[in-house]
């Protein structure tokens, strides 16, 4: 029998007690207005994940606008960590809303850019890496290369290259 190292598991089911207690007392409903309002004002949550799997060199701007039209972007972690990143109860929820698993990646933008500027001088010259976003559940590995992160790494920011994952993308409207 192999047994999960306490620490990786431990932070999900104390967070997932928490969140089911807040929500029967309905504090779920003021916790995170104020931050996660949608650019309209509204309180929709305006991320989705796309149903298909991309690589980094696909065109992912022409399969969202597929996927979800032309008012459809993107989404960036920088817009992701302002909204939702003052509390591990507002990323716990905006990952739940995505069903975003732990060790789980997307492709995402930051301040509107793909592609991460220190590509190729890491180690591998002539590639370029990506950005993606990671979820760690506040365990992420070792041997992960986080460009920034949110909340201890419940998220991280990654890049790299010869992957092929779902995009995080936002709607707009």
């Given at each position: 029998?192999?047994?999960?190292?306490?620490?990786?598991?431990?932070?999900?089911?104390?967070l997932?007690?928490?969140?089911a207690i807040m929500a029967m007392v309905g504090f779920l409903t003021v916790a995170?207005?104020?931050?996660?309002?949608?650019?309209?004002?509204?309180?929709?949550?305006?991320?989705?994940?796309?149903e298909g799997f991309y690589g980094?060199?696909?065109d992912l701007i022409a399969a969202i606008e597929a996927e979800f039209g032309p008012?459809?972007?993107?989404?960036d972690w920088t817009e992701i960590k302002e909204r939702y990143g003052a509390s591990l109860l507002l990323i716990d929820l905006f990952a739940r809303r995505l069903d975003l698993e732990w060790n789980e990646h997307l492709w995402v933008t930051v301040e509107g850019e793909r592609v991460f500027p220190g590509a190729g001088l890491l180690g591998?010259?002539?590639?370029t890496r990506y950005y993606f976003l990671s979820r760690w559940d506040q365990a992420k590995p070792e041997n992960y290369e986080a460009h920034d992160q949110i909340l201890d790494n419940f998220l991280s920011l990654g890049s790299w290259y010869d992957f092929s994952w779902q995009i995080?993308?936002?709607?707009?409207?």
């Open positions: 029998m192999t047994l999960e190292p306490l620490h990786q598991d431990l932070p999900r089911k104390v997932t007690t928490a969140v995170g207005v104020a931050k996660a309002q949608a650019d309209d004002g509204s309180t929709r949550f305006p991320f989705v994940v796309t980094e060199a696909d008012d459809a972007e993107i989404a591998e010259p002539g590639r995080l993308v936002k709607l707009n409207r």
